[in-house]
Structures are given as C-alpha cells and as structure tokens.
C-alpha cells in the first residue's frame, strides 16, 4: 500500500495544482497510468470505489483527474505492456472490473450534471463532456460491460 499511497498522494497534489516544477496535465495522465497498472498488477478491484470515496468525495475539484484515472485502468489492463505474474490473476481483475461499471458510470453522469447546471444551460462544458467520452469508449472497448447498464444511465 506504500506504493499506492504514494502515487495517489502524488495525484492529488499535482492535479491540484500543487507540484513543484510543473508538468500539468501530461505528469496527472502519466501519474493515471502508473496508479491504473499497478491496481491490474496487483489486483486492485476495488480501486474505483477507492478513488471515489477517498480522493473524489473530499476534492470534487479533482473530478477531471480522476476521470482520467477511471479512462486508464481498463486501458492499462489491456495494455500489452503489462506485466502480470499469472494470466488468471489479470483475467480475475478484468472480471472485477466489470463490477465497477456502475462506479464508473455514476463518476461521468455526475460529471456531465455538474457542468451543465453550473453553467445555467444545458450545453455542459466541452472539455469535461470530452473526457467522459474517452472514460466511456475506454471501457466500453475493454470491459464486457452490460448494455442494459449502460441504457439506463
């Protein structure tokens, strides 16, 4: 957990703006992909539920951020760069993932509703309607996710 915390510690720092040195958007989407390979590596299933309660809950202000965290984890469990000791372990955390899609799905509706009602109109804002559709291909790509989950969000 050492790692993790780490990582996630370094997330919310550099997302909120608070790294030393820079980086931005780039250090968060890279610091995404390191946090989504080692929850495949090491079986992290619940690591939605995790970011949602831990990270999200307390720093709404670092929902696009974690929305590029939720994009990455199935990407970084299909990558062909990753490195598992066992197949089945990987295939295991590719089933749990399924589990999480209502998680998933629950970050991006919350998402689109709190741009368009803070803007006053129903447009939203194209920047975070851009990244739920990248969070969403992502997982529709990757994750045998439930088409009647998907109908009724």
């Known amino acids: 957990?050492?790692?993790?915390?780490?990582?996630?510690?370094?997330?919310?720092?550099?997302?909120?703006?608070?790294?030393?040195?820079?980086?931005?958007?780039?250090?968060?989407?890279?610091?995404?992909?390191?946090?989504?390979?080692?929850a495949a590596q090491t079986s992290w299933s619940s690591v939605l539920s995790d970011v949602s309660s831990g990270i999200l809950a307390p720093r709404p202000d670092?929902?696009?951020?974690?929305?590029?965290?939720?994009?990455?984890?199935?990407?970084?469990?299909?990558?062909?760069?990753?490195?598992?000791?066992?197949?089945?372990?990987?295939?295991?955390?590719?089933?749990?993932?399924?589990?999480?899609?209502?998680?998933m799905l629950g970050l991006c509706e919350h998402a689109v509703r709190s741009t368009t009602s803070a803007g006053g109109n129903n447009s939203g804002d194209p920047e975070t309607t851009g990244a739920v559709l990248r969070c969403l291909q992502?997982?529709?790509?990757v994750v045998d996710m439930d088409p009647e989950l998907l109908r009724r969000s």
């Open 1 to 38: 957990a050492g790692l993790r915390d780490s990582l996630l510690g370094h997330l919310v720092r550099h997302a909120s703006g608070g790294g030393a040195g820079g980086g931005g958007r780039a250090l968060v989407t890279r610091l995404c992909m390191a946090i989504a390979a080692l």
């Open 62 to 103: 670092l929902g696009p951020a974690v929305l590029e965290l939720f994009r990455s984890v199935p990407e970084e469990a299909d990558s062909p760069r990753l490195v598992v000791a066992r197949d089945e372990d990987l295939w295991a955390y590719r089933d749990a993932l399924r589990g999480g899609c209502g998680v």
């Open 138 to 141: 992502s997982w529709i790509r």
